[in-house]
């Protein structure tokens, strides 16, 4: 669109200069936690340290519990994504494909959920969870998280297999494969790029669930996910900064590493999901 | 949005299913009852009774029994705390949404124009904030904008504050900081939304606008801005909601902090709900669940409005249609 060489080069320049101020809190977060506690408050704005402390990480990782707020939060993580990914493909599936009596009523109902707030539900879903008696255990935390309709995904996955054309379910069936079969089979297998997408969102918002751990995980010290473990070190160790920004690198860079590498998928299935 | 339209295009046959359509419902019902069951029980369920609980004095423990009809209501209406925290919530949602998104507009313009070199990398370092730990982010920034922190080192130094602000002891101050690291946690994926919207545009509209020797900006207020009209309202819904529901930031930057102006409608039931430390020693679910409700009646009152905004041109179109059809009897 623009074609003037005076304009690209400002283009450029502004966006790098904007850009270094966009990611500085990260540059800033993970120089700093290779630093002293004293080089932390007198070094000024000057973010590289002297020498590499790597005793930050430990005592994050050990002292402040962060080795079991790290399993912890994969165990979540991977549970959460895995029993939402199950529901939405299921729903998506028959949304997509079949037609059934009351299928309108439920994709309005899908769609009304989206605007559900969470302040709303809180309340009565840990009231019914401790009635379950999954309260303060992980298997709570999980089923809290996954609650309320994947509205997106469903809608990702509903698009992807009404798409799918009707001679490859009618061969299917000729060569005798019953429903399930054809969606596990069949189906399923077809829609690996939505199960990604909608796998690597899904991981890096739960991955970054703060409400729900930390209502669920109250009682339960030993059960925090990163994000909650993160606010209690602030509290606990109040004056070591640099042990801090240690403890929120190790919280921010499996997400970060899982969105650089996926991120084709990830940029592109949220896109996808609200292109009008 | 297309994607339900589109699937909502098959209809239901009408009458009786074949037997073969009959099994296949059947086996729809199953694939749906995960869900039913969840939405039933964890959303549903659980709206019903945050009703309930509204009209109770209840702390959470025990039995539901002190009956008190509108009294949480009354006094919440009555509440100037309730109040604080409910403008805090529509100048955090109506600050980040205008920045954010008009923000993102400019960016997305700028990064959809193909023979850009770099574009995946900027579009990257531009969405990064959008996929860390929110909470993580409230904590370090409030290392940042503390009193001997980054940002006044930095101003100091470079001689643009003569002395050090205090960003979050401040209430005004503490505000705009939290609009300005939401705004800039949300910018990433409304610029993705609007990159969505820009791609949607045929790309001969603009080869045939360059043919007629439209230049940049003509091109823009006459093509691209009126084409990405329809997309606008999703964006601005998916931001005011999104901006309803920002607990995390709130809690880790201000905690709501300094004395409660910067305190969110989520934040106050939450300190209401589950901190018995901010309600005076007890919990008070039942009082948190009214204002629960009245958040949910807000939202949803917003996400109505913005609906009809959005599908107001099939709205519209329905209407004509069905006078075409009168006309035509």
């Known amino acids: 669109m623009i074609r003037s060489k005076s304009a690209r080069i400002i283009i450029h320049t502004c966006l790098l200069v904007f850009g270094f101020i966009w990611i500085y809190p990260f540059i800033w977060m993970i120089l700093s936690s290779f630093k002293t506690n004293t080089e932390f408050l007198t070094g000024g704005p000057n973010p590289i340290p002297e020498v590499f402390q790597w005793d930050n990480y430990v005592r994050a990782w050990t002292s402040a519990n962060f080795s079991s707020y790290f399993v912890n939060t994969v165990i979540f993580t991977i549970a959460t994504v895995f029993i939402v990914l199950v529901l939405s493909a299921l729903t998506g599936y028959v949304l997509g494909r079949i037609q059934f009596p009351g299928r309108k009523a439920i994709i309005i109902i899908v769609v009304a959920i989206m605007f559900i707030p969470k302040g709303y539900t809180i309340i009565p879903l840990f009231k019914i969870v401790s009635t379950l008696g999954l309260s303060d255990s992980l298997l709570g935390v999980i089923v809290a998280e996954s609650s309320g309709a994947h509205v997106l995904f469903i809608l990702l996955f509903a698009s992807f297999f009404a798409k799918i054309p009707k001679e490859l379910e009618e061969a299917a069936e000729i060569d005798g494969a019953g429903f399930l079969r054809t969606f596990t089979q069949i189906m399923l297998p077809l829609s690996a790029p939505i199960v990604a997408t909608a796998g690597i969102m899904q991981f890096i918002w739960t991955w970054s669930s703060f409400l729900i751990p930390l209502i669920f995980t109250a009682n339960r010290p030993e059960l925090r996910t990163l994000a909650v473990g993160m606010e209690n070190f602030v509290g606990t160790y109040t004056s070591d900064y640099v042990g801090m920004t240690a403890a929120a690198t190790i919280s921010l860079v499996p997400v970060m590493v899982m969105f650089l590498l996926m991120q084709r998928f990830f940029i592109e299935g949220v896109a996808g999901a609200v292109k009008s | ?329």
């Open chain 2, 1 to 329: 949005m297309k994607v339900p339209t589109e699937i909502s295009q098959q209809t239901v046959p009408k009458g009786k299913l074949s037997p073969r359509n009959r099994k296949k419902a059947i086996w729809a019902y199953v694939f749906l009852m995960p869900q039913i069951i969840v939405f039933f029980g964890l959303s549903a369920y659980p709206i019903i009774m945050s009703y309930v609980y509204s009209f109770y004095d209840w702390s959470g423990i025990g039995p539901l029994n002190r009956f008190i009809g509108l009294d949480n209501y009354r006094q919440l209406l009555t509440s100037d705390r309730f109040w604080q925290s409910f403008i805090n919530s529509i100048y955090y949602v109506a600050g980040t949404t205008v920045i954010s998104v008009g923000f993102a507009l400019i960016l997305a313009i700028i990064l959809n124009d193909q023979k850009l070199r770099g574009k995946t990398l900027y579009r990257t370092v531009y969405f990064l904030p959008v996929v860390t730990t929110t909470a993580v982010i409230g904590i370090v920034m409030n290392n940042i904008f503390g009193l001997n922190g980054l940002f006044n080192d930095l101003m100091t130094t470079f001689g643009i504050l003569s002395q050090p602000v205090s960003w979050l002891t401040d209430g005004v101050l503490a505000m705009i900081l939290l609009i300005v690291i939401g705004s800039w946690k949300g910018l990433g994926i409304n610029m993705v939304y609007w990159l969505a919207g820009l791609q949607s545009i045929p790309n001969d509209l603009y080869e045939s606008a360059q043919l007629d020797g439209a230049g940049f900006w003509k091109t823009l207020f006459h093509i691209t801005l009126p084409l990405l009209k329809p997309i606008l309202s999703v964006i601005l819904l998916l931001s005011i909601v999104g901006g309803i529901n920002a607990f995390d930031l709130v809690k880790t930057l201000t905690n709501g902090g300094p004395y409660y102006q910067t305190e969110t409608l989520d934040l106050f039931i939450y300190n209401y709900a589950f901190s018995s430390e901010f309600s005076g020693g007890q919990t008070r679910m039942g009082y948190a669940s009214a204002a629960g409700v009245l958040l949910g009646l807000f939202t949803f009152f917003i996400s109505i409005l913005f609906s009809i905004g959005a599908f107001s041109k099939e709205i519209r179109q329905f209407r004509l249609n069905r006078k075409k059809a009168r006309i035509g009897k």
